[in-house]
């Protein structure tokens, strides 16, 4: 773990308007000064990200919302109670002095309090130095539309141009929770009440239950399937496809192509031949005929599964594999937001 004197090396490197990655328990951050827009633009720089994404802002565990957001509704301090310091980014109305970079020009915008030791230790800190109102802007560490980094080497990875003088990375370990935060909009709660833009490991039940309301479900802008045109992330660079554990083992029984072909008939993998390799949910399964495949078994419990995501799409990316399959997850609650990053990554290769 890190060194407090690293930490607080990091935050005078914020306040300097650097940028600095800091672990959370869901995903590695690159992190800039939120009320520097120069700071937050170069985090769009770096990633390669459309300027008009907005990014999440990270508060320290005392954070005062109303100096960051207004029109707060009533039903937030006990999703704040609940649920922070957590993997829950919300919402709402964007307070007038905030400079609108980080909303990518939108009124409203994201705040999230993490609970990662170092990241907490971290945002102390930069907000100590920005006299109780510092908040860091961060999307995930990796390059736009690529993999969530969950472990320090995986930033490393990410950017491996840039050395320690000018991207400062603190180390915090592999991620517990491994995939990035829920985010509930609750900045329209009058037209549409609590709503859900992107699943995670806190649910639509768990928010429900606090909320006395269910959120609705609406994917985000940067979901597969907006109006036509397939908005894909969480790619790695391997070509991926998503199938039901029967195909898969079809296709690892009988390893005629005819039977490929089969599998992939309506795939747009359907073309492709070569070496492959199955992240399965479990070990592999017995073949009568002793064949066997590359086979990654992922944990059978959803919250091990996220934990070890995007470790394991790096690792299998590193193989030398002509595509990856992925088993499909249970289509239950559990394993909803696996299924989202899983469906995204799917939907970079054209699989609907
Ligand atoms: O777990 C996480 O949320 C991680 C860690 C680093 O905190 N962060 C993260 O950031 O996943 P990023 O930039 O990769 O994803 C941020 C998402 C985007 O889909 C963006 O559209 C949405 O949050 N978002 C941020 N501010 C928003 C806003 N004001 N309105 C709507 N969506 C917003
Ligand atoms: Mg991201």
Redesign the pocket.
Known sequence: MQQNSDIARAAQRLLEGKLVAFP?E????LGADARNPQAVERIYAFKGRPSN????V?LAFDADLSYWAKEIPHQVQALVKTFWPG?L?L?LK?ADAIPDQV?GG?D???L?C?SHPVARTLLQAFSTLKGGHGGVA????NKFGQV?PTRAAHVRDEFPMFGDDDLMILEGGAADVGI??T?L?VSRMDAAGPVL??P?HITANDIGKVMGVRPLVQA???APRVSGSLKAHYAPHTPLALLPRRQIEALLFNQAADVAYTVFQDHPLRMVKGRFAVLGIGPEPVSQSGLSASWLPAARQPHGYARDLYANLRELDQGEFDFLIVEDPPATEAWQAIRDRLNRAAAAFGQR
Not at 26 to 29: A, P
Not at 53 to 56: G, K
């Open positions: 959370t869901t995903v590695y951050g994404h907005p990014v999440i990270h993997p980014t919402i964007r909303s939108q409203t915008i994201g999230r993490p961060a999307p995930s560490a969530s990035e935060s985010i909009d833009l992107r995670g985000d802008a940067t």
